[in-house]
């Protein structure tokens, strides 16, 4: 998942279903080194903050295309290291957002792909050619 994540250009995180594997993990770029790369293994958000944000977010499912979804700002979540220890982690601003996305995508939902799904045949042809 590293790997495919790094190979990609603007991909900030990637959760195990996008690729085909059925597991509960998700990477992520992490700090001001792009190829630092983070995984969570089994992450659940514990905890979130009253406050929102509303940003522009992509998906690497959906080249092209942003839509923009409200999340919390502050979220606290459990999960487990490559080494299988377990972790705790408050997590705020544009890395919380990457994490709410990945986990997102471990329960099955896409806002950005239900945002997508919600244009016309030629608004997605447009997306997809990128105009």
Same mark, same amino acid.
Request: hydrophobic share 35%; charged share 25%; with cysteine.
């Given at each position: 998942?590293?790997?495919?994540?790094? &190979?990609? =250009?603007?991909?900030?995180?990637?959760? &195990?279903?996008?690729?085909?594997?059925? =597991?509960?993990?998700?990477?992520?770029?992490?700090?001001?080194?792009?190829?630092?790369?983070?995984?969570?293994?089994?992450?659940?958000?514990?905890?979130?903050?009253?406050?929102?944000?509303?940003?522009?977010?992509? #998906?690497?499912?959906?080249?092209?295309?942003? &839509?923009?979804?409200?999340?919390?700002?502050?979220?606290?979540?459990?999960?487990?290291?490559?080494?299988?220890?377990?972790?705790?982690?408050?997590?705020?601003?544009?890395?919380?957002?990457?994490?709410?996305?990945?986990?997102?995508?471990?329960?099955?939902? #896409?806002?950005?792909?239900?945002?997508?799904?919600?244009?016309?045949?030629?608004? =997605?042809?447009?997306?997809?050619?990128?105009?």
């Amino acid at each position: 998942m590293k790997d495919t994540l790094l &190979a990609t =250009k603007d991909g900030v995180g990637l959760a &195990a279903p996008q690729i085909g594997v059925e =597991k509960q993990v998700i990477v992520y770029r992490s700090g001001s080194v792009a190829n630092k790369v983070e995984t969570m293994i089994n992450p659940i958000i514990v905890e979130s903050g009253k406050l929102t944000n509303t940003h522009r977010e992509g #998906c690497l499912s959906f080249p092209g295309f942003t &839509a923009k979804v409200k999340r919390p700002i502050l979220i606290k979540v459990n999960w487990k290291g490559e080494d299988g220890s377990d972790r705790t982690g408050e997590f705020t601003g544009f890395r919380s957002v990457v994490i709410q996305h990945e986990i997102d995508h471990l329960q099955g939902v #896409c806002r950005v792909g239900e945002s997508f799904d919600m244009l016309s045949d030629k608004e =997605k042809m447009l997306v997809r050619i990128g105009r």
